[in-house]
C-alpha cells in the first residue's frame, strides 16, 4: 500500500465530486487515475456509491480496489457513511439495530484501508440536528472503532457554525468519553464570505474566520476543501483559502484536505468537474508545497 | 448504462407460456448515491395515456422480484447508482408494435436532508427544490417495440 509520509495538512478528492459521471463517463479507475494526475493521493469515497454490490462487496472486487490504489498511489483517507435509523419509513431503527448498520460500514471501511468515517446521521429540525440517540449509538460502536483504528466525524458544514450548539454538543461526548474514535470533519464552507448577488443564503449563517478553528484542531480527522469559484487565476473568490492553511499549518495540525465541489452545474452538459478539480489543487499545491 | 433514467435497452414485452403477458422497462437512480428499498417511494406509470398505480408494478434487483410492499420493510438489499431496475408490469397482450410515450414517477427518502424537504416527498411530482445530484422525480421517455 503506497504510503504517503509528509506530516501537516495533504491533498486529496472526495470522488462525490465526479457524481454527474461516475458509472456513466467515469468509472472508478479513471476516478483514481484522475486524482494521481493531480498528483494527490488522499481520496474519500461514499460507501452507498463506489462500492460494488454495497454492502457486501465480493473478495474479488475487494483485491482489484487494492491493485487500483497501488497502481495510482491512492490513500484511503474517508469513507462516506450513513447511519440511516430512518431507513424505513414505518418506524426508527432501535439503538441496537443502528449500531449494527454502523458496525457493517466500519469493518467494511477497515477492509479498504481507510483510518476515517464521514457519519452522517438522520437529522431531526432544520437547523441539521442530529437524531436524538446519536451518543448510544456512537458509544455502542467505539470499541470496536476502538479495536480498527477507525475515526469517526460527523461533517460541519454551512449554515452550522465553529462555535455553534452543535459542534459545541459533539465536543462535549468528546471530552466526557475521552474517545480519539470520534471527532470531527469541517467542511470549508463554514468560512465563505462572498456570496453571488442574489444568491439565496441561509440567514443563520454567520461565517467562521479561519482562527475559529484552532480549538478544533484537536478533534479534526480530516476536512473537505469545499470549493464553490475557482478563478482562471486559480484562486477560490469566495473562500479565504491562504489564511486557512496558514492556520492549520502553524498550528501544527495533521491530515488531509480533500476537495469536494457540491456544484449544480457538474451536472451540466459538457462540464469537466476533472479540470475544475485541477484548478484546485494547483492552487492547494502552491500553498501545501506538494 | 444510459444518462435518460429512463433506459431505451431492456423496454419489451414480456412471455410467460408462450403468451405475452405484460412489459417492462429498465430505470436508473439518478441520485448521487444508491439506497435501500425501504427508501424508495414508487409512484405512478403512465403509458399511452393509460396508468398503472405502484400495485400494479413489480421492481426487479438482482433477478428478485420486489411488491412495493415487499420493498417497504427490506433494508438489506441496495440499489447501487451504476445497475438500473427492471419495472414489469401486466398486462394482457402487452404493448403493441410502435412508439409509446412513458412516463414514471418515484422518489426516495434521504433522511439527513431537512424535515422541510423530507415531509413533503412526492413521487410523482417534482420536489420544491430541484438538486441535479437527487434528479427529477419524474422522467419521460417515448420508445419502441418490436
Keep these: 500500500m503506497y504510503r504517503y509520509d509528509k506530516k501537516g495538512p495533504k491533498r486529496g478528492v472526495a470522488l462525490y465530486s465526479y457524481s454527474a459521471e461516475f458509472g456513466l463517463t467515469k468509472n472508478l479507475e479513471e476516478c483514481f487515475e484522475d486524482v494521481h494526475d493531480m498528483g494527490a493521493h488522499g481520496i474519500e469515497i461514499l460507501a452507498n456509491t463506489h462500492i460494488e454490490n454495497y454492502p457486501y462487496p465480493s473478495d474479488e472486487w475487494v483485491e482489484n480496489w487494492w491493485r487500483l490504489c497501488d497502481k495510482y498511489d491512492i490513500v484511503p483517507v474517508e469513507y462516506g457513511n450513513w447511519i440511516d435509523s430512518h431507513v424505513m419509513g414505518g418506524r426508527d431503527l432501535t439503538t441496537e439495530e443502528s449500531v449494527a448498520m454502523l458496525s457493517r460500514d466500519i469493518r467494511l471501511a477497515h477492509r479498504l484501508g481507510f483510518t476515517v468515517m464521514r457519519t452522517k446521521m438522520p437529522v431531526i429540525n432544520d437547523k441539521l440536528e442530529p437524531v436524538l440517540n446519536w451518543r448510544e449509538i456512537i458509544k455502542g460502536a467505539l470499541p470496536l472503532a476502538e479495536k480498527l483504528n477507525m475515526k469517526m466525524c460527523p461533517e460541519i458544514h454551512i449554515p452550522s457554525n465553529l462555535k455553534g450548539e452543535m459542534v459545541t454538543n459533539f465536543v462535549d461526548f468528546i471530552r466526557e468519553t475521552g474517545t480519539k474514535n470520534f471527532g470531527l470533519n469541517i467542511d470549508f464552507s463554514v468560512f465563505r464570505t462572498n456570496f453571488s448577488k442574489g444568491e439565496w443564503v441561509d440567514p443563520n449563517y454567520e461565517a467562521n474566520k479561519p482562527e475559529d478553528i484552532i480549538p478544533l484542531l484537536p478533534y479534526i480527522y480530516c476536512c473537505h476543501a469545499k470549493f464553490i469559484n475557482m478563478s482562471d487565476d486559480f484562486e477560490e473568490t469566495t473562500i479565504p483559502y491562504p489564511e486557512i492553511i496558514k492556520v492549520m499549518q502553524e498550528n501544527g495540525w495533521d491530515g488531509y484536505l480533500l476537495s469536494e465541489y457540491e456544484g449544480a452545474d457538474k451536472y451540466e452538459e459538457g462540464y469537466e468537474v476533472g479540470q475544475t478539480l485541477r484548478k484546485q489543487h494547483i492552487m492547494l499545491k502552491n500553498l501545501l508545497g506538494d | ?146
Design chain 2, 1 to 146: 448504462m444510459e444518462r435518460q433514467v429512463i433506459q431505451s435497452v431492456g423496454f419489451r414485452n414480456i412471455a410467460e407460456n408462450g403468451k405475452i403477458t405484460g412489459f417492462q422497462f429498465k430505470i436508473r437512480l439518478p441520485y448521487y448515491r444508491g439506497v435501500f428499498l425501504s427508501q424508495l417511494r414508487p409512484g405512478t406509470l403512465t403509458v399511452d395515456g393509460e396508468t398503472f398505480g405502484k400495485d400494479e408494478i413489480v421492481w426487479n434487483f438482482c433477478s428478485e422480484d420486489y411488491t412495493w410492499e415487499e420493498m417497504t420493510t427490506n433494508y438489506d438489499q441496495h440499489w447501487a447508482v451504476t445497475k438500473p431496475a427492471t419495472l414489469k408490469v401486466k398486462k394482457e397482450g402487452g404493448l403493441k408494435q410502435g412508439f409509446h410515450d412513458l412516463t414514471y414517477g418515484f422518489c426516495f427518502t434521504s433522511s439527513y436532508m431537512p424535515p422541510v424537504i423530507q415531509d413533503h416527498l412526492d413521487p410523482d411530482s417534482e420536489n420544491m427544490v430541484f438538486m441535479p445530484e437527487f434528479g427529477h422525480h419524474v422522467n419521460s421517455r417515448r420508445l419502441l417495440i418490436v
